[in-house]
């Protein structure tokens, strides 16, 4: 093992792979700085540039992303109070009130020496993994990879925030619409309803893209004023590296509590970063100062955000579960490399484990000390209404979705989804059981049917590793319902006082509309599928409707349950939110995104990316005439110098096939 660690090591001498290296890295930080994009964002625009590399340069790059981009999102959180991130929003508590008292310099350097420390122990944390539990990999059979596949699609549903139903409904449908496409286990075709293009089933990208990216910037878009700030970034380097030093026990336990959070599926960086602070304020002698400006609420939770994608990745690639989106992606590009995580990584593809780990421990390096040497136009960029920022990132985006395979689909295929994802993180819906469901689709199959030739009857369920797996899939459940139970009694224990509190009532009614609008489109999608499971072969139908029959039973459920919140809603006599201001602008901004398609399918990509960007801009963003102008003349001088800088291809239009 030690030798296959040093081989990866001299392979980072490959000016490629350093390039690939620094490339990934820089695109992260400026990533890392953009609201709601982050690791999901960063790994979703990278990845199909990785297409036609070899497997190292393409896990160098996106390693290089995934290692900093929790390091940049730091800036705009202590600068101006707005965190480029969710899990950020921690390091503001603090970060912003001694930005506020002339200190912003002594924050950042808090933060970027804690989130090089975070990713380079979380590095070390990934390394110790691969020699413990490989012992316990190798001994897995089919039986434990499926239980695991189950494991990977229930916990991220069940340990995301908000209503457990939704996240297994969103998981399940997330199964069924990986299964579009070539069976895996009799090659016939399923949901395909005779079409071509869904033979070879739907764009890992597309999907990614299609459910974070757009339906992100779909709720963002109209912020047509960008960041505006009084605070400058002041002196205090020196003194904030002091305290750094002083504090190294924080940095330490806040950086184990995220690999710790990254292990567990569906937990994720903003839990790990709170579980972080929580401890550093449960262990200080003197809690007065956290919130106002104290040093050890800034290194624990940034120690945590990095470690917590270190973290990710140990049971992603050792076992095949992906415990967030960026992984889930990560793990979609390793399998169209053929690189199957879990034993066979371990066996067969160990230098690249360790690339990953260098890679990791290196970007984290380079990400502080990047940050340290441009602070000052990071910040700038923050300022940007996102607005302007969208009319960007929709043509990169839709550039990205293109590469994979090479037809105009995935972007038809993308915008629906991003329609769909702005209804699920309107209604609440968590979004990464869906993308993992959606990922571990195929490999959940073949693991069942693998399974169910080499073993009679359910003997199987009493091998020890699949009976650990069924205890680990049952008591977060358990948990859950004594929780809902308990929350149930409460209720009916005020029942007789509601009137003295009728925001409760408010907050029962929130966007009961929308959510009885999705429970109505889950219902109809798992009766589809099952409906449309009846004309393929036995083995061809066996696990769809499996999936779609459970996805009937939870959406049912949750249907009657927002059919129920609408009645008591109406017997309130209250209105519940409609048609809003915001969902009409998310309308008008897919509207767009639908408008720079059509041109791209008429005349082609550069021809729609001179009509869409400054329409965008001037019409959307309201920007100034001149600033569009550059902007858009910037942005296709380099989308046409990028075909002969990375191997990436420009959709071409109708017309220009025709002559």
Not at 25 to 44: D, K, N, Q, R, Y
Not at 361 to 381: D, N, Q, W, Y
Not at 454 to 481: N, Q, S
Not at 563 to 580: D, E, N, Y
Request: hydrophobic content about 55%; proline content about 5%; some cysteine.
């Amino acid at each position: 093992m030690l030798d296959s660690a040093m081989a990866a090591l001299a392979s980072l001498a490959d000016p490629s792979l350093l390039l690939m290296l620094l490339i990934g890295t820089v695109a992260g930080l400026v990533m890392g700085l953009i609201p709601g994009l982050g690791g999901t964002g960063a790994v979703a625009i990278l990845l199909p540039i990785t297409f036609g590399m070899e497997p190292a340069q393409a896990l160098a790059l996106l390693i290089g992303a995934l290692a900093v981009v929790h390091t940049s999102d730091t800036v705009s959180a202590v600068l101006l109070g707005a965190p480029g991130s969710a899990s950020a929003s921690v390091t503001m508590l603090d970060g912003y009130s001694m930005a506020k008292k002339g200190q912003a310099a002594r924050a950042m350097t808090l933060a970027f020496l804690s989130s090089m420390a975070g990713g380079i122990i979380g590095a070390v944390g990934l390394t110790l993994a691969i020699p413990l539990a490989r012992p316990l990999v190798l001994s897995f059979a089919s039986p434990e990879l499926f239980m695991l596949t189950v494991l990977g699609v229930a916990l991220a549903a069940v340990l995301s925030r908000g209503n457990i139903i939704k996240g297994v409904s969103a998981g399940l449908l997330g199964l069924v619409l990986g299964m579009v496409g070539t069976s895996p286990t009799t090659a016939e075709e399923r949901f395909t309803f005779g079409s071509l293009f869904l033979g070879d089933g739907l764009s890992l990208v597309a999907v990614a893209l299609g459910v974070f990216g757009l339906a992100e910037i779909a709720s963002r878009a109209s912020q047509r004023k960008g960041q505006h700030s009084n605070i400058t970034l002041g002196g205090g380097w020196l003194r904030g590296i002091r305290e750094w030093a002083s504090h190294w026990t924080q940095v330490i336990r806040g950086a184990l509590i995220g690999i710790w959070a990254g292990v567990l599926p569906g937990v994720g960086a903003t839990a790990g970063t709170w579980l972080a602070y929580g401890q550093a304020v449960a262990t200080a002698k003197d809690k007065r100062q956290f919130g106002k400006g104290d040093p050890r609420g800034i290194v624990g939770p940034e120690s945590a955000n990095n470690s917590v994608e270190a973290g990710d990745l140990i049971p992603t690639l050792l076992f095949g579960i992906p415990g967030g989106v960026p992984s889930a992606m990560l793990l979609g590009m390793l399998l169209t490399y053929g690189i199957q995580p879990g034993p066979s990584i371990i066996t067969d593809h160990l230098d690249l484990m360790y690339l990953i780990v260098w890679s990791f421990a290196i970007a984290s390096v380079l990400g502080a000390l990047f940050c340290f040497l441009s602070v000052k136009p990071l910040a700038r960029l923050t300022k940007v209404p996102f607005a302007a920022l969208a009319a960007g990132l929709v043509a990169i985006m839709l550039l990205g979705s293109f590469q994979e395979g090479g037809q105009l689909g995935d972007l038809w295929v993308m915008i629906i989804l991003g329609a769909f994802g702005w209804l699920l993180k309107t209604t609440g819906f968590p979004r990464a059981p869906f993308l993992i469901g959606f990922v571990l689709a195929i490999p959940l199959e073949r693991y069942y049917f693998l399974t169910d030739s080499l073993y009679d009857g359910l003997g199987w369920m009493a091998r020890p590793g699949v009976l650990v797996f069924l205890a680990i899939l049952v008591l977060p459940i358990l948990w859950a319902l004594v929780k809902w139970i308990r929350a149930r009694r409460r209720t009916n224990l005020d029942d007789g006082h509601r009137d003295e509190r009728p925001e409760d009532d408010e907050s029962e009614l929130k966007n009961s509309t929308w959510s009885l609008a999705a429970a109505g489109v889950f219902v109809v999608a798992f009766a589809a599928a099952l409906i449309a499971s009846t004309g393929f072969s036995p083995e061809a139908r066996l696990v769809p409707q499996l999936v779609g029959a459970a996805g009937l039973i939870f959406s049912g459920i949750l249907l009657g349950i927002e059919v129920r919140t609408a009645l008591k809603a109406r017997a309130a006599r209250r209105t519940s939110p409609g048609w809003t201001p915001d969902a009409g602008f998310a309308l008008k901004t897919f509207l767009w995104m639908t408008g720079f398609l059509a041109l791209t399918a008429g005349f082609g990509y550069l021809i729609a990316v001179l009509v869409f960007i400054p329409a965008f801009l001037l019409v959307v963003a309201r920007a100034r005439t001149k600033v569009a102008v550059a902007y858009t003349l910037v942005l296709y001088v380099a989308l046409l110098a990028l075909p002969s800088l990375l191997p990436i291809d420009l959709p071409q239009g109708w017309l220009q096939t025709i002559i």
